[in-house]
């Protein structure tokens, strides 16, 4: 039984800050890639960032500097701590593992990571 489970999502004024779990069971964590993804009605998907088996990061452009991932593998937990928010961050974020790669995929829309979580929803708005 293979799971991500996405928690921390809520409704947050502009500027302010989230923090994102995943919780991972049915494997190690610590021998996948995890990313975080992000879909807005209407939009495609999009890839925010992602964290290698080793801890190498990668962001999307338009969060650098404001988001930061992070795993621990004893906990087998990854999180996505979002600061300085604004509303074009609302979407629906979902976390996804790459089975059998240590190494991310990044920029990337998705299609590369297999598993999935149910989501959680981040909405930016006064």
């Known amino acids: 039984q293979l799971q991500l489970v996405e928690s921390g999502g809520g409704l947050v004024q502009p500027g302010g800050s989230l923090r994102l779990s995943c919780a991972v069971s049915g494997f190690t964590l610590g021998y996948y890639a995890i990313g975080w993804f992000r879909q807005a009605p209407g939009k495609e998907r999009e890839g925010v960032s992602c964290?290698?088996?080793?801890?190498?990061?990668h962001y999307l452009d338009s969060v650098k500097g404001r988001f930061t991932i992070s795993r621990d593998n004893a906990k087998n937990t990854v999180f996505l701590q979002m600061n300085s928010l604004k509303p074009e961050d609302t979407a629906v974020y979902f976390c996804a593992a790459r089975p059998m790669f240590r190494q991310c995929v990044f920029p990337t829309t998705g299609g590369e990571y297999g598993y999935w979580g149910q989501g959680t929803q981040v909405t930016v708005s006064s």
């Open positions: 964290i290698s088996s080793d801890g190498i990061t």
